[in-house]
């Protein structure tokens, strides 16, 4: 698929598999532990699960939910397409998609996603001042996208740059450009279970 599709539905729909897709080789029969579900606010869900290979798309929020990833309407295009432009195919599927991470999990790291289980809200400030939110939900835990349990702050470029793997989040921290609070236990848990 040549053009990155703007529609919260197109993009799950049609580019993911079709993305997911070009790593049926290094796939081969896996299947996931859970499922990464994405929910636009007002707008719809959508859960992605592996199943022998290939990916499989439900709409909704599936039971088996190890990460659930939460945006207002504003936000998908200028986080979820815009870094799916930004990384480009030279990436790593594995990075251009952290969906692909999740789905990968082995059953331990499954584990402690499903025993860490809270929220982190992402604040990602765009070029031009406009601030976008993410927020991410470990387990099957209901989102709290106004009160998420720790808070990440940093510049949007600065996340394209730590999933292309430019950067790291603890160099980013040692800067300054990237700000935590709360239990920052949560962020902690969800990075080295995606490591």
Known sequence: MS?????????????????????????????SAGAVAFEITGGGAWSLSL??????????????????????????E???????????????????????????????????????????????????????????TLGAGASKLEAADCELECALEDLWAIQSGARNAFELLMDGKLKLSGKVELAMALAAALA
């Open 51 to 76: 199943e022998h290979g290939d990916v499989r798309v439900s709409p909704g929020v599936a039971p088996d939910v190890l990460v659930r990833l939460t945006f207002g309407a504003g936000d998908f």
């Open 78 to 136: 200028p986080i979820v397409v815009g870094g799916a432009e930004r990384l480009g195919k030279e990436t790593g599927l594995e990075r251009q998609l952290v969906a692909a991470r999740v789905l990968t999990l082995d059953a331990e790291r499954a584990r402690l996603i499903r025993e860490a289980p809270g929220t982190v809200g992402l604040k990602l400030a765009a070029a031009g001042g406009q601030t976008h939110r993410l927020v991410v």
């Open 3 to 31: 053009e990155i599709p703007r529609s919260p539905e197109r993009f799950f729909n049609e580019y993911v598999p079709a993305e997911v897709a070009r790593l049926k080789g290094t796939l081969g029969e896996r299947s």
